[in-house]
Each structure stands twice: as structure tokens, then as C-alpha cells.
């Protein structure tokens, strides 16, 4: 069964830290991607990567980055956390360009970081 | 730009009842369209998708969406509610192949079965 594992379920983490949120599928997928996912706003794209140390800005990129180095590895850095980073982080992948929107998205089970 | 809309942010049915989670997507070009459901503390999990083949999809679990271009919309269907459909359902819009895939998310409806 293909799978993306998000590291962590559950993580606090305290104001002005660094935060490393870690991402790994076992599909030899192409696309990579990291939403948040907050009560009454969907789930909005932060980065995505289409290709081994290619990334590219979602809607919400501010006060994050990411870094890929290996196809299927895909870390989401939160650079000094802030309380309003509180979320649901969401990593998805997708066979390779052109294919996402015909099959669809696989998720990880998420993380729920709270910054305190 | 593509978006999508999601009329009711929460719905409840009684069990056996009909569920009908509503959809409205605008696209500049004819769209390829998603269901997804999500499960307390899980990921998303795809439930159906029109990829322009048959207008009515069928999915797991029992569910089927029909896609009607005249309304622009992708409405989420279920004959009969079971206590296992409560969950959040996220209808999605991705413009077709393109250099990378960019799906856009609707802001979700939160499904609540009553005994």
C-alpha cells in the first residue's frame, strides 16, 4: 500500500523556534506538497516541488521554506515559529506533472503543531 | 483563477437519510474535479474524480457526484447515510495537466450522521 508518513503527529513547539516538519512517500512520486489546513479555510498550498531541489512558492509562503534533497523527502522549515503557524500541516504527492489532477492527491495522516 | 465553493460548512442527516454536499467550482477551461474525505486526526483520502469520461462518477463507500457544466457545479451524493460518513468533505478543482499539478481546495463540509 503507497504511503506518505508525515514524522510527527503531534508537536509543540515554543514562539521564535525553528521547526522541522518531515515528509517521506514510498511511491517514487514526482510532486510534493505541503498545505495547512485551518477551521473555515480549506487547506491552502504553501510549497510544492516537482523535482529533486526544485521548489516553488504556494499561496502562503511567508515564514516558511522548505527543502527537498532527496525525491522522496520533503521537509517543511518554519523559521522562528509564531503562534499564528498554530495548524494542521498536510503533506501530499502525486505521480509526476500532469498526472496530480487526473489521479489525485495521496495525504499523510498530518501533523498538528501548536506553538505556544 | 479557479476556485471552488462549498455551500454549508456543516450538514447533518439522520442515518439512512440522503446526504448531499454541494459543490461550485468556476474555471477558465473545462476542469478536472475531486471529492475528498477526511477523517478525524487523518489525511485526505480521495473519494471520487471527473476527469472529463462519464458526468456522473461513482466513488467508494457508496458515493457518486455528478458533474453539470451548465451549473458549474460537482454535487457529492449518497443514497443513504451511514454513522461512518461523519467526516469533512473537501470538493477540488485542478485546471488539467500542466508543468506541476496545482489542485485548489473548497473550505470543506463538516458531515454529522444522527442516530
Known amino acids: 500500500d503507497v504511503k506518505v508518513t508525515q514524522s510527527s503527529r503531534y508537536l509543540v513547539k515554543r514562539t521564535g523556534e525553528k521547526v522541522f516538519l518531515e515528509c517521506v512517500q514510498d511511491?517514487?512520486?514526482?510532486?510534493m506538497f505541503w498545505y495547512r489546513q485551518d477551521p473555515g479555510l480549506g487547506l491552502r498550498l504553501i510549497y510544492f516541488s516537482y523535482d529533486v531541489k526544485m521548489k516553488e512558492k504556494g499561496d502562503i509562503p511567508e515564514g516558511y521554506s522548505v527543502s527537498r534533497e532527496k525525491k522522496e523527502r520533503f521537509s517543511l522549515i518554519l523559521e522562528s515559529a509564531s503562534t499564528n503557524q498554530t495548524s494542521m500541516y498536510l503533506c501530499?504527492?502525486?505521480?509526476?506533472?500532469?498526472?496530480?489532477?487526473?489521479?489525485?492527491?495521496?495525504f499523510g495522516s498530518g501533523t498538528r503543531l501548536t506553538v505556544v | 483563477a479557479q476556485s471552488v465553493t462549498q455551500l454549508g460548512s456543516h450538514v447533518s442527516v439522520s442515518e439512512g437519510a440522503l446526504v448531499l454536499l454541494r459543490c461550485n467550482y468556476s474555471s477558465s477551461v473545462p476542469p478536472y474535479l475531486f471529492w475528498y474525505v477526511q477523517y478525524p486526526n487523518q489525511g485526505l483520502q480521495l473519494l471520487l474524480k471527473?476527469?472529463?469520461?462519464?458526468?456522473l462518477v461513482k466513488g467508494i463507500n457508496g458515493f457518486e457526484a455528478e458533474f453539470k457544466k451548465s451549473e458549474t457545479s460537482f454535487h457529492l451524493t449518497k443514497p443513504s447515510a451511514h454513522m461512518s460518513d461523519a467526516a469533512e468533505y473537501f470538493c477540488a478543482v485542478s485546471e488539467g495537466k500542466t508543468s506541476y499539478d496545482k489542485v485548489i481546495f473548497g473550505p470543506g463540509t463538516s458531515l454529522s450522521v444522527i442516530p
Open positions: 511511491m517514487d512520486h514526482e510532486n
Open positions: 501530499a504527492s502525486s505521480l509526476s506533472p500532469g498526472t496530480g489532477d487526473i489521479y489525485g492527491y495521496t
Open positions: 471527473y476527469t472529463s469520461a462519464a458526468t
